[in-house]
């Protein structure tokens, strides 16, 4: 990665009021907005960082996005998982280079993006041909054509089954995770890791009795809440605003016998 901003590169401009604006430097292309517009080779060349004007005078810093920036401004169908859940998650499913993983229910991509960045290999099912077709533009968009050779997804539905044999992983983010279980329990090598994302503490409850029915042990329900706080001088104090609930991340792992 090149220390200067170039065409090609995804750029996150941020104004004054920390509004965030996600575009790619294209050549001969601009940048329009209620605060004037801003030609895109006025950022090319540019360092990481630096303050860009439009034609109106209103300020941006120019950034790369980071993995957090990009989920939470990409274009997308379903809902994403957000990046409070994305961290927590991936170190409850242990995911590394070269883990293999069967994930469903990929929707925009944001944990496909976040597995294959720590360096997974994913075969994803996916119901619905736009919700694939976004996950897999998003992928090429922030990580490069590359990472494809990495990421394969298929159409289909995952409560029919699992293909797949001897993965490290499953993780799921589907409404009725429990159906997938005794599918997991076939594809899984033993030792593997189950992760469930799931909004509802009924779902956690019914994945839950499905996973102490079948051959999977040590298994534990996460909450995650975000809380960021407010530092002006001597004013110190939690944020009025936080993010509490979003989802419940359950993890299970399969035993040998």
């Not at 200067?4 to 430097?25: A, E, I, N, S, W």
């Not at 300020?59 to 379903?78: E, I």
């Not at 797949?164 to 329990?185: K, M, S, T």
Request: some cysteine; proline content about 5%.
């Amino acid at each position: 990665m090149t220390a200067t901003l170039d065409y090609g590169d995804l750029v996150l401009l941020v104004d004054h009021k920390k509004r965030r604006y996600l575009v790619t430097l294209e050549e001969g292309r601009e940048f329009q907005s209620h605060a004037g517009v801003l030609g895109h080779e006025l950022i090319v060349g540019r360092e990481e960082g630096a303050e860009v004007s439009t034609t109106k005078g209103q300020r941006f810093r120019a950034f790369r996005p980071t993995l957090t920036d990009f989920v939470l401004s990409m274009p997308r169908g379903a809902q994403v998982i957000y990046p409070k859940d994305l961290g927590p998650l991936l170190l409850l499913a242990d995911i590394g280079p070269g883990v293999r993983v069967l994930e469903s229910g990929v929707g925009s991509g944001a944990l496909s993006m976040t597995m294959l960045r720590a360096g997974a290999e994913i075969v994803g099912y996916e119901l619905r041909p736009d919700f694939a077709a976004r996950a897999t533009k998003n992928v090429r968009a922030f990580l490069g054509a590359e990472a494809l050779d990495r990421y394969q997804v298929e159409l289909r539905d995952c409560y029919d089954g699992i293909d797949e044999i001897n993965v490290d992983r499953v993780v799921l983010d589907l409404p009725e995770p429990w159906q997938v279980v005794p599918h997991a329990q076939g594809a899984l090598r033993r030792g593997g890791i189950i992760v469930s994302y799931s909004p509802s503490i009924t779902q956690v409850m019914r994945f839950t009795e499905a996973l102490q029915r079948a051959s999977f042990a040590e298994i534990s329900t996460t909450e995650v809440l975000n809380r960021t706080w407010h530092l002006d001088g001597p004013a110190v104090r939690p944020d009025h605003r936080m993010v509490a609930h979003t989802g419940f991340l359950t993890r299970a792992r399969l035993l040998a016998d």
